[in-house]
Nanobody, 121 residues
Framework: VQLQASGGGLVQAGGSLRLSCAAS????????MGWFRQAPGKEREFVAA????????NYADSVKGRFTISRDNAKNTVYLQMNSLKPEDTAVYYC???????????????WGQGTQVTVSS
């Protein structure tokens, strides 16, 4: 299984970015997808997750109302639309796949390589 995350970059506070994660190696629509992030010196934390069909989503309180997770099972891709970005959103963002859309980091069995998001003030 391979997950390729992309779309990170440098953006000013208040701006937007859309992350993508392309998956290959197993039936994409049979697994939930999640996004996590890790800032320097901090543990990896949950951002958002989406069920296999896309009918169920969940978010960390810190991103609710600003971030939206979605998936296109025909394209084997999951997205994270990030709006109203804040400097505290700066981190490496990772996509992951697993059996359920849990917020638990150990609930995912495959991880992408990460993409850097930097929000300047």
């Amino acid at each position: 299984v391979q997950l390729q995350a992309s779309g990170g970059g440098l953006v000013q506070a208040g701006g937007s970015l859309r992350l993508s994660c392309a998956a290959s190696g197993r039936t994409f629509g049979s697994y939930a997808m999640g996004w996590f992030r890790q800032a320097p010196g901090k543990e990896r934390e949950f951002v958002a997750a989406i069920s296999r069909s896309g009918g169920s989503t969940n978010y960390a309180d810190s991103v609710k109302g600003r971030f939206t997770i979605s998936r296109d099972n025909a394209k084997n891709t999951v997205y994270l639309q990030m709006n109203s970005l804040k400097p505290e959103d700066t981190a490496v963002y990772y996509c992951a796949t697993g059996p359920t859309n849990t917020a638990w980091v150990h609930g995912y069995d495959y991880w992408g390589q990460g993409t850097q998001v930097t929000v300047s003030s």
